[in-house]
């Protein structure tokens, strides 16, 4: 024994890991996947591989613990962004004797599973497969974005849901009760309105405003100070508010994708991403209604790019806007992609190349007729494949600008 034998190294943890429960009947939160199949499966101690996917604070860790306790298992964490093949060998190793001498499980829970590489998600794949251990993964992003196909099919995928204010509430009041704390009820409101849904959050502010002696309101306005943005550029949200803004611009609203263009950019969203999507929904959901919005478009994510932040805001704003507002047609991406579909058939031969000697003796250009030799610049002739004559691919519409390429389309094609 030495001098740190003697520590009690419990209390100088940090509290949200003093308060993690141990077992179900104190763990806060996600009652609907507790109360169904999972659920029983912990009790019954028959827990597969899982991967655990929400934001952070929502007890991914916390539940991956409980597993291990409740089905008496051997766990082992490990950080993804840490650990490598070789920690893996030997965790796989102990594992086994586990297994081969003690009859006891192992559970090996991956913290930030999403980092793992090709070669390291491969590594687990028939350790998981024939029960060597139980994989418990954690991520905070999309494990269908970031887990490999051949791992995923191996386990069960399990998204835990933000954390409500009530949860929070019940997580704050029983580490009051346990730590003894002296506090004022308004001030354990703020804090689980504050942490909107991370326990980790709210229990990390009830330690430091606890520091002050008795946590008052007065104490989190001197800690709080600016507000922490919840924005998460990597995370789910990011797909979430990405998708949010392009349908906002495409639903011709621009408050609500000023709105979403103001979450991403006080969230750090790189310019470039943004300007892009402006991009596309330009050409994809403007297109010929009103082809100045692509040229717009185009010109403000140069614009965003060359000037930078906090100027690129205007620019970008007003791009939005206008496409936001702008007559809306998809009849250009729609052609496009009916094309793609119906590629099959030969260039007729009056159309093909005759830049080469001899293209003439196979018929190639002959019966061609220049259409700037004609009248109004235009003379009816074939340009579709045999096979494709009368296929129609693009469908102008009557909205804007469009409506004028529809009218002349028609007077010119069908007169």
């Known amino acids: 024994m030495d001098l740190f034998d003697t520590v009690d190294d419990k209390k100088y943890q940090p509290l949200a890991e003093r308060m993690r429960p141990k077992n179900l009947s104190d763990f806060a939160g996600q009652e609907k996947i507790l109360r169904g199949t999972l659920g029983k499966m912990i009790a019954e101690g028959k ?18 613990k409980i597993i291990a306790n409740t089905t008496e298992s051997n766990f082992v964490k490990v950080n993804a962004a840490l650990s490598g093949i070789a920690e893996l060998r030997g965790i796989v190793k102990e594992a086994e004797e586990q297994r081969k001498f003690y009859r006891r499980r192992t559970i090996l829970f991956i913290d930030e599973i999403h980092r793992f590489n090709k070669g390291q998600q491969d ?9 060597r251990i139980i994989l418990i993964g954690a991520t905070t992003e999309n494990p269908f974005f970031e887990v490999n196909a051949a791992l995923l099919s191996r386990v069960k995928i399990v998204r835990l849901e933000k954390l409500t204010t009530s949860d929070i509430k019940k997580i704050l009041a029983r580490a009051v009760e346990l730590e003894k704390f002296s506090v004022e009820e308004r001030a354990l409101e703020i804090i689980a309105d ?55 611009m495409r639903g011709s609203d621009p408050d609500a994708a000023i709105f979403y263009l103001a979450k991403m950019i006080d969230g750090g969203e790189d310019l470039k991403f943004i300007a892009r999507r402006i991009v596309i929904c330009a050409a994809e959901d403007v297109g010929n209604a ?39 047609s998809n009849a ?79 007077k010119i094609w069908h007169n």
Request: net charge neutral; proline share 5%; charged share 25%.
């Open 47 to 64: 827990t597969p591989s899982l991967i655990f996917f929400g934001e952070p604070g929502t007890g991914k860790t916390t539940l991956a």
């Open 123 to 131: 590594f687990l794949l028939p350790y998981v497969e024939d029960g």
């Open 194 to 248: 504050f942490a909107d849904g991370d326990a980790r959050m709210a229990l990390n502010l009830l330690e430091q405003a606890s520091f002050s002696g008795k946590i008052s309101v007065e104490t989190l306005k001197n800690l709080l100070g600016e507000k922490i943005r919840r924005y998460d550029k990597k995370g789910d949200n990011h797909y979430d508010t990405a998708s949010a803004f392009i349908k906002s």
């Open 290 to 328: 009103d082809p100045q919005a692509l040229i717009l478009a185009n010109a403000a994510a140069q614009a965003a790019q060359f000037v930078g932040l906090p100027e690129a805001r205007i620019i970008l704003a007003q791009a939005v806007t206008y496409i936001a507002a702008a007559p809306k």
């Open 332 to 410: 250009a991406y729609l052609a496009i992609d009916k094309a793609l579909a119906d590629t099959q058939g030969d260039v007729p031969k009056h159309l093909r190349d005759t830049h080469y000697k001899g293209a003439k003796t196979f018929g190639h250009g002959v019966d061609y007729k220049y259409p700037h030799d004609f009248e109004n610049h235009f003379v009816k002739q074939q340009y579709l494949p045999d096979k494709k004559i009368s296929a129609r691919y693009y469908e102008p519409t009557t909205q804007g600008a469009e409506a004028a390429i529809k009218e002349r389309l028609e």
